[in-house]
């Protein structure tokens, strides 16, 4: 069947609405953005009270100050509905990016006005010109003391010519604003009070959407949402025709030609500030949420019966790493964690794909380990304290990337664009070590406030454990960020660890003589009091190779020596480490057990005999 286009039906403007998708570099402001043009819309009351960055919803993101999973907001201005879409800025979500472009008319590129363009700005400005969209770019953080705004366009503008930006979108409007004091202004001398004029430039430059009121309906699915509730629940926007409650809709896809399916439309929703509203009908450029429909999927189309025809959609990015979630069966398992077994793991890894398209789950030929992949190892990193929140309880191997092969049967693996920022006392440190990762230098040059920036080609494998390393190297100072560069042959072998790990030799509970005696091995990871099992890795060693101690070990008591001697030991204070820090530590014959209350590393096989004829063998 011809598409409405080709029947040379006039396509119509929606002049009421805008639908605007606003994408950025990690931390240069978006979500903040997005809360003052709530405000300022009215969306809150007076005198209600408002978090920070309300539009970060999941705990997590609140905690680390980053935008997880893309959001959908609607604000009112002079009669005209803006759906604003708050996108993630760091490189392992990407994939949200990708998908909710094809909901919007334009994009409002945000460029710190210090910070300058990055490499995610780089990465998602590119997906906003391959889709032909006009961009806005205003220049957030103006009132930093060290901002650099009028340095900050150059370089944005020269970011456009790189990605071959064609003139219209050269020609480009900059708006100057300060999220956090809720301002924005067009011209430099003059300061803003408010965000009206960005209100306007959305208006005048954002083009409506356009589409055929009159044909038959058409909705491409660019995001799903999940509610325990009502399930899934599809969200995108109204390209063609109408779409109304009950009603009978086909299912077809791009990339699936055979897929065919009726279903009904229950509810329909549209966005109204933060909340759904529930709506009888939705018409052309209208961004809808629908809910009722089991089995639909991103990049689903909805269709009349008497037209279906799909909206092409790109595919999805493949995965670049992966670990195993195995079942927790240490000598500990099952006293902290609710959900313990392989079928409330494998339940909870499945339902995660109800809402991350960018994840796989396959289950292996040992029904207790469960191979997980994803785009990065902070995007399996937030899996991982998500289900330990919940309560679940279980083991997780080291990170390892995903190879491919080529026509010719040659190994590539994924390879990353490393932009290193760091001060020029360090340079020399950094780039040894991440030429011995195996990374290529392909540029240096001079940041501003006495910084090196450093850009490395680097396998994916050589970073995975750097960043720790990293910050201890540059003494927290150093800026390091990475984004996927496709495919690569394979660099070598890469060694993650210098250090080996202080292992315990025996169960029981850490005493402070047994403790004392190991420090001088090593770094502590563990106190006195501490529960620990055969196996366990209780510390991190001075020298390459593994060494073993007995920490549960108390002093033999004698006429002369006192228990109360041992409270005169001094214990140098054990080294906390974060997940993040536990996942780049552990080696790969180790393994992570993840529990609500506790991080523990182990070695995969705990008895010691048996771990030295493994290693004999190998």
Do not use: W
């Amino acid at each position: 069947m011809p598409n409405p286009a080709e029947r040379g039906i006039m396509n119509q403007k929606r002049e009421d609405i805008r639908n605007v998708a606003i994408i950025a570099h990690v931390d240069h402001g978006k979500t903040t953005l997005v809360d003052e043009l709530l405000k300022q819309s009215g969306v809150f009351r007076a005198n209600q009270e408002v978090d920070e960055r309300v539009m970060d919803s999941n705990a997590i993101e609140k905690e680390r100050g980053i935008t997880i999973l893309s959001k959908n907001t609607a604000v009112m201005y002079k009669d005209t509905k803006i759906n604003i879409i708050d996108t993630p800025g760091h490189a392992d979500f990407g994939g949200e990016v990708e998908r909710v472009l094809k909901m919007v008319n334009g994009v409002i590129l945000v460029v710190d006005a210090f910070e300058g363009t990055m490499p995610q700005t780089k990465f998602v400005l590119r997906k906003a010109l391959e889709l032909k969209l006009p961009v806005i770019c205003c220049i957030n953080k103006i009132d930093r003391p060290e901002a650099r705004p009028n340095e900050v366009i150059d370089e944005v503008l020269e970011l456009f010519m790189d990605l071959d930006a064609d003139d219209s979108q050269l020609d480009c409007p900059f708006v100057f604003a300060s999220a956090k004091a809720g301002t924005a202004t067009l011209d430099l001398e003059k300061p803003g009070t408010d965000m009206i004029p960005l209100f306007e430039t959305i208006l005048d430059y954002i083009p409506a959407p356009e589409g055929d009121p009159d044909a038959g309906t058409q909705v491409l699915i660019s995001t799903i949402d999940y509610n325990e509730y009502v399930g899934r629940i599809g969200v995108g926007k109204v390209d063609n025709g109408t779409i109304c409650v009950n009603q009978d809709v086909v299912i077809v896809n791009h990339h699936e030609p055979d897929k065919m399916k009726k279903v009904k439309v229950s509810k329909l929703y549209e966005y109204s500030g933060l909340n759904k509203v529930e709506v009888k009908e939705a018409t052309i450029g209208s961004i809808v949420a629908i809910s009722g429909i089991t089995d639909i999927h991103i990049g689903d189309t909805l269709c009349s019966p008497e037209n279906p025809v799909s909206i092409p959609f790109q595919k999805i990015s493949e995965p670049t790493i992966a670990i195993h979630f195995i079942i927790n069966d240490s000598p500990l398992a099952g006293q902290e964690g609710k959900f313990v077994t392989s079928r409330h793991i494998r339940e909870r890894l499945f339902r995660e794909l109800n809402t991350d398209v960018s994840l796989r789950v396959e289950e292996t030929e040992n029904t207790d380990s469960f191979k997980v992949s994803g785009r990065g190892e902070l995007h399996l990193s937030v899996l991982i304290e998500n289900m330990r929140r919940e309560g679940y309880e279980f083991a997780v191997s080291k990170a390892e990337v995903l190879f491919k092969q080529d026509k010719n049967g040659k190994t590539l693996e994924p390879m990353e664009l490393a932009y290193v920022d760091v001060p020029d006392e360090f340079t020399g440190t950094i780039i040894s070590s991440l030429n011995q990762r195996k990374g290529e230098l392909r540029s240096m040059g001079t940041a501003s406030g006495g910084y090196t920036r450093l850009e490395f080609s680097i396998p994916s494998r050589g970073l995975i454990g750097f960043r720790g390393e990293f910050m201890t190297n540059t003494k927290g100072t150093g800026i390091i960020n990475t984004i996927f560069d496709g495919y690569g042959p394979y660099k070598g072998e890469i060694q993650y660890r210098k250090q080996g790990s202080l292992i315990s030799f025996e169960s029981g509970e850490a005493i402070t003589y047994g403790l004392f005696n190991a420090q001088e091995r090593g770094t502590l990871f563990i106190g006195p009091g501490e529960k620990v099992y055969t196996g366990m890795v209780i510390g991190q060693t001075g020298k390459a190779e593994d060494i073993e101690v007995n920490i549960c070990k108390t002093k033999h008591l004698t006429n002369t020596r006192s228990s109360s001697a041992d409270e005169s030991l001094r214990l140098v204070p054990k080294k906390i480490l974060s997940l993040e820090q536990c996942l780049d530590f552990i080696d790969t014959d180790e393994l992570l057990e993840v529990t609500p209350k506790s991080l523990r590393i182990r070695k995969k096989i705990l008895d010691s005999t048996m771990r030295k004829r493994s290693n004999f063998k190998k």
